[in-house]
């Protein structure tokens, strides 16, 4: 049952419907927790679907409409600046800290990519 299900689940992937690709990305911890606990069992046989949805849903995660690489940036947030986790008067004294700082107007700005498409999983690309 394991392979029509994983085919099924690519499918719904890369159509592009949002509803589709949410209900896939749902199943994606226990995927990985089952691809994990089988290649560390050495049955490398019963994975083989598992890993080709892993590796199917990766390669259209990392690129665009286009098919060029992504390249994703983010904002870490200042601790200093109220949100609605948290207070910066509950924080202490690592709040004049970061209150220093962003008066400074310094934001750190994470960049994630470009990612290399893969073929298969190996040993050392397995854990990325």
């Not at 904002?75 to 008066?103: D, N, R």
Request: aromatic residues 10%; contains cysteine; proline residues 5%.
């Amino acid at each position: 049952l394991l392979e029509p299900v994983c085919h099924q689940l690519f499918e719904f992937y890369r159509s592009g419907e949002e509803q589709l690709l949410r209900f896939t990305l749902q199943f994606l911890p226990e995927l990985i927790w089952c691809y994990l606990a089988v290649s560390a069992s050495r049955n490398v046989h019963s994975s083989g679907c598992i890993e080709a949805l892993l590796l199917g849903v990766y390669n259209l995660e990392i690129v665009d409409k286009q098919g060029h690489s992504k390249v994703l940036s983010f904002t870490i947030p200042s601790l200093s600046k109220p949100s609605v986790y948290h207070e910066p008067s509950s924080i202490g004294s690592m709040a004049l800290t970061e209150s220093a700082l962003s008066q400074h107007g310094l934001s750190k700005v994470v960049y994630s990519g470009p990612h290399p498409q893969r073929e298969m999983l190996t040993a050392q690309n397995r854990y990325t």
